[in-house]
C-alpha cells in the first residue's frame, strides 16, 4: 500500500537560477546537490516538511528525453499552461507581499476563492504554482 509522495519532479532551464530562486525566494532547503557525471540530482523541499524533496531537474537531453522533446516541453512551461503544484500558507496576502518584495513574479494579487485565498506565483522557467490561505 502506498503511504505517501516522497518526491516530485519539477523541470527547470537552469539548475543553479532554479536553487537560487526555491532557497532565497522561498525559503526552502537544498536537500540533496550531487553530480553523477553530466547528471546533477539537486533537490529542494519546503522547511516545514522535511521528508518530502522536489527534484529540480535540468530540461536536457538525458536518457529518453531527447532534444527535442527537452525543448519542447521547455517552450510548454515557459509559456506558462503548467500547474505545478499549490503550496499553503498562514496568511496569502502578507507571503504575497513578502514574495513580491524579493522579486517573485505573481500575475495577479491574491483573491478570494471558495477554498480560501489563492495568489498565483512562477519560478523561473515558468512553472506556476498556487500559494492558497485554506478558508
Not at 10 to 34: I, P, S
Not at 83 to 112: D, H, I, M, R, W
Not at 123 to 131: E, H, K, M, T, V
Amino acid at each position: 500500500m502506498i503511504q505517501k509522495l516522497s518526491h516530485t519532479t519539477l523541470f527547470v532551464a537552469d539548475q543553479d537560477e532554479a536553487k537560487e530562486f526555491y532557497v532565497d525566494k522561498l525559503g526552502f532547503e537544498v536537500r540533496m546537490d550531487n553530480s553523477m557525471g553530466a547528471f546533477r540530482w539537486l533537490t529542494v523541499g519546503p522547511k516545514g516538511q522535511p521528508d518530502f524533496q522536489i527534484i529540480l531537474m535540468k530540461l536536457a537531453p538525458f536518457g529518453r528525453m531527447t532534444a527535442e522533446n527537452a525543448e519542447a516541453l521547455k517552450n510548454i512551461i515557459k509559456s506558462g499552461m503548467v500547474a505545478a503544484g499549490v503550496f499553503e500558507t498562514a496568511n496569502c496576502q502578507q507571503t504575497y507581499e513578502e514574495l513580491t518584495a524579493l522579486g517573485v513574479k505573481f500575475p495577479s494579487p491574491p483573491e478570494e476563492k471558495f477554498y480560501g485565498i489563492e495568489a498565483v506565483f512562477e519560478d523561473p522557467s515558468g512553472n506556476r504554482f498556487s500559494l492558497t490561505q485554506r478558508k
